[in-house]
Nanobody
Framework: QVQLVESGGGLVQAGGSLRLSCAASGSIFSINAMGWYRQAPGKQRELVAA???????NYADSVKGRFTISRDNAKNTVYLQMNSLKPEDTAVYYC?????????????WGKGTLVTVSS
């Protein structure tokens, strides 16, 4: 069992910045990777950024150069630094923890935090 709690969402103007935080608790030793997904109205949930237990990162093309995912192992927390925000970044952002279990792995999700970028 893994619990994820996101924070840091809010309303910002285009070009501004936000930092999202995701605090993990529970069976964190079983987590292989963590990431941030987002879902805008009428769209599919999409991967924004991910970081593996080994520290490698992966980003969606749409956010490369603007967003940075990082972690603080001492605090069991993953961050998403979001710079140069655009209106199209508006979405609910969900923290994800992926465990290597089951046929295709097992995913735990936070409840989401809303990011709204105004023009």
């Amino acid at each position: 069992q893994v619990q994820l709690v996101e924070s840091g969402g809010g309303l910002v103007q285009a070009g501004g910045s936000l930092r999202l935080s995701c605090a993990a608790s529970g069976s964190i030793f079983s987590i292989n990777a963590m990431g941030w997904y987002r879902q805008a109205p009428g769209k599919q949930r999409e991967l924004v950024a991910a970081i593996t237990s080994g520290g490698s990162t992966n980003y969606a093309d749409s956010v490369k150069g603007r967003f940075t995912i990082s972690r603080d192992n001492a605090k069991n927390t993953v961050y998403l630094q979001m710079n140069s925000l655009k209106p199209e970044d508006t979405a609910v952002y969900y923290c994800n923890a992926h465990l290597a279990a089951g046929r295709n792995g097992m995913d735990y999700w936070g409840k989401g935090t809303l990011v709204t970028v105004s023009s």
